[in-house]
C-alpha cells in the first residue's frame, strides 16, 4: 500500500484523485485538507478513513469536529495544513490547493522527503527556484499532474535532455478564441467560465480565457524540465486532443494524446512508473475526431500569456507579481466588480511599477504577494 495525502481534497483534482484511489487497491489516505467545505470533507472522512485532517477555516474546523464520528484528528488554518502536508510514512502529497496558499505547504512535504504529485501552478510560478531545489536536495520526485506537463513528462520516458529541441504545450483557445478586444469588453462572468473542453475550477477556467494559464504552464516547464524559455512554445489546439509534445533534436516529435479525463495524468503521477487501466476511460477514435488543428496564439487579444513570458524573463518576484495581480483580478471578475478586459491591464500595470527582487527567498515571495494583494484590493474595493 502507497500512503497518500491530499491537499485540497474538496477541489476539482482533490476529488477526481479520490476517484482514482476508490478504484485501487493500491493507496491509503492518510491526511485530507480543505478550505471550508466540511460537508463534503466529512463524507470523505466516513469513506476513507484518514488519520489526519485540516481546514483552513478555523471556525469550520471545529464545526467538522463534531459532526465526525471517526478517530480521525482535525486541525486548523495554515499551520494545520502544513502538519498534515509533513506527515510521517506518507510517500506522495498530492498538492491540489489552489493559488499561493500551496506555497508553503508543497515546501514543507518536500522536506519531509514526500514526493509530490503537482497539481498546482502557483508553486513552480513564484518559487519554482526554491522547489526544484529543495527536490533536488531531499531526493524528491515533483511528478506533474497538469494534463500539459504530464504529457511532456510521459513523452521524455526514456529520453536524455541533451535530445530535446523543443517542448510544445499545447491550449484549447478557451471559449473566446477568434475574438477580438472589442468583442471581450462585454464578456460576461457566465460565459468566461464556459470552457469547451475540460470541466475544472473557476480560478483556472478565467485563466483558460485569458489565456493565462497557458502562461504560468510555460514558466512551471522551466522549472519541471529544467530547459530554456526559448525552446518552450505554445500552440493553440482547439480539440485538446494532444495534450502536449516534445520536439527532438533529430527532428522527431513525440505527442501524448487522450480524451479530456484528468483521471489519465492523475493516476499516471499516483501510480509511476506503472500504468493501471482506469475504469469507465473513453479511448480514443480518430475515425470520430476526423482532423487535428493547430495555430499560433493571438497575443495581441489574449496579452497575458506574453506578460507571463515577459515576467519569467525578468526573474525574481516578477513571477510572484504575475501571479498575485492575476489571482486577485480574476477574483474582481469573478465578482463583477471588473470587466474581463481589465485582467490583463491590472497584472501589466502591477508588473511595471514593481521593484524587481532577484533570487528571492521564501519571505521575500511571501511579502510581494501579500503587499501586491492588499494594493489591488484597496484599489478596487475600497
Known amino acids: 500500500m502507497k500512503n497518500i495525502v491530499i491537499l485540497g481534497s474538496t477541489g476539482s483534482i482533490g476529488t477526481q484523485t479520490l476517484d482514482v484511489v476508490r478504484k485501487s487497491n493500491e493507496f491509503r489516505v492518510l491526511g485530507l485538507t480543505c478550505y471550508n467545505n466540511i460537508e463534503l470533507i466529512k463524507e470523505q472522512i466516513d469513506e476513507f478513513k484518514p488519520q489526519i485532517v485540516a481546514v483552513k477555516d478555523t471556525e469550520k474546523a471545529k464545526e467538522l469536529e463534531n459532526i465526525i464520528d471517526t478517530r480521525t484528528k482535525v486541525l486548523s488554518g495554515e499551520d494545520g495544513i502544513n502538519e498534515v502536508a509533513m506527515y510521517d510514512n506518507v510517500q506522495t502529497v498530492v498538492v491540489a490547493i489552489e493559488g499561493m496558499a500551496a506555497l508553503v505547504p508543497t515546501i514543507k512535504a518536500i522536506e519531509s522527503g514526500h514526493n509530490i504529485a503537482l497539481a498546482n501552478k502557483e508553486c513552480l510560478v513564484t518559487g519554482g527556484h526554491i522547489i526544484t531545489k529543495l527536490a533536488n536536495k531531499y531526493n524528491v520526485k515533483i511528478l ?15 529520453n536524455k535532455k541533451e535530445f530535446v529541441n523543443r517542448l510544445i504545450i499545447t491550449a484549447s483557445g478557451g471559449p473566446f478564441k477568434g475574438k477580438s478586444i472589442d468583442e471581450l469588453k462585454n464578456v460576461t462572468v457566465e460565459e468566461a467560465l464556459k470552457h469547451p473542453n475540460w470541466s475544472m475550477g473557476k480560478k483556472i477556467t478565467i485563466d483558460s480565457a485569458t489565456l493565462m494559464n497557458k502562461g504560468f504552464e510555460v514558466i512551471e516547464a522551466k ?25 527532438f533534436i533529430d527532428g522527431s516529435i513525440i505527442a501524448e494524446m487522450a480524451t479530456a479525463d484528468m483521471r489519465i495524468p492523475i493516476q499516471y503521477a499516483l501510480y509511476y512508473p506503472d500504468r493501471e487501466y482506469i475504469e469507465g476511460i473513453r479511448y480514443l477514435d480518430f475515425t470520430e475526431i476526423g482532423k487535428l488543428t493547430f495555430e499560433k496564439p493571438d497575443i495581441k487579444t489574449f496579452k497575458c500569456l506574453q506578460l507571463a513570458y515577459e515576467a519569467i524573463k525578468e526573474g525574481g518576484t516578477m513571477t510572484t507579481v504575475l501571479n498575485t495581480a492575476d489571482e486577485v483580478a480574476v477574483h474582481l471578475f469573478l465578482q463583477k466588480h471588473i470587466n474581463f478586459v481589465d485582467i490583463p491591464q491590472i497584472i501589466e500595470r502591477y508588473m511595471y511599477k514593481h521593484k524587481n527582487i532577484m533570487n528571492p527567498d521564501l519571505n521575500d515571495i511571501l511579502e510581494v504577494d501579500k503587499n501586491i494583494r492588499e494594493e489591488i484590493l484597496n484599489e478596487y474595493l475600497r
Open 144 to 158: 506533474p499532474v497538469d494534463s500539459e506537463h504530464n504529457a511532456i513528462f510521459q513523452c521524455l520516458q526514456n
Open 223 to 247: 522549472w519541471l524540465f529544467d530547459i530554456s524559455l526559448d525552446k518552450i512554445d505554445v500552440v493553440v489546439h482547439k480539440e485538446s486532443v494532444v495534450h502536449s509534445m516534445v520536439e
